[in-house]
């Protein structure tokens, strides 16, 4: 799973942005509901354990002071940010949104450049003048990406 590294003020907009996804009974009508109301600032749900991630985050930088903490997330838990970030979002007087959408499609590319090179089924220093065009092709695409 991809690290990514969120200050106090990103970790702040995306609490403020999410409110808890709550599984009730599958005989009820309504397979989830929400925690709270989405209004005023919660625009998207999550579940208890991205909120768990954001918050312990949040209170190690309260207790131990810092810049930014690394938090490791999932594809399905990068996807659900970037949701919640507006990328003109300023919090704080901090630009939020696009710093968090960079940070986010940075480890996406990053998690589906390792899953090409894993379905390749080579490494970074295995590349010869014997590799084949199509898989070199494919490297330089997201050697590009990864430059951007």
Excluded at 90 to 117: C, D, S, W
């Amino acid at each position: 799973m991809p690290l990514i590294s969120l200050s106090k003020e990103e970790l702040l907009y995306l609490d403020d942005g999410l409110t808890l996804m709550v599984e009730v009974d599958p005989d009820e009508p309504q397979k989830h509901r929400i925690g709270r109301s989405l209004a005023p600032m919660a625009v998207s749900v999550a579940t208890g354990d991205l909120l768990l991630k954001l918050g312990g985050a949040l209170v190690y930088l309260a207790d131990e002071g810092g810049d930014e903490k690394e938090i490791e997330l999932d594809e399905e838990e990068l996807w659900c940010i970037r949701e919640v970030s507006q990328s003109n979002a300023v919090y704080f007087e901090k630009q939020v949104g696009l710093n968090i959408k960079i940070k986010i499609y940075r480890a996406l590319l990053q998690m589906y450049t390792e899953e090409v090179l894993a379905d390749a089924d080579i490494i970074t220093g295995d590349v010869t003048e014997d590799t084949p065009d199509e898989v070199r092709t494919r490297l330089d695409v997201f050697r590009a990406l990864e430059d951007d």
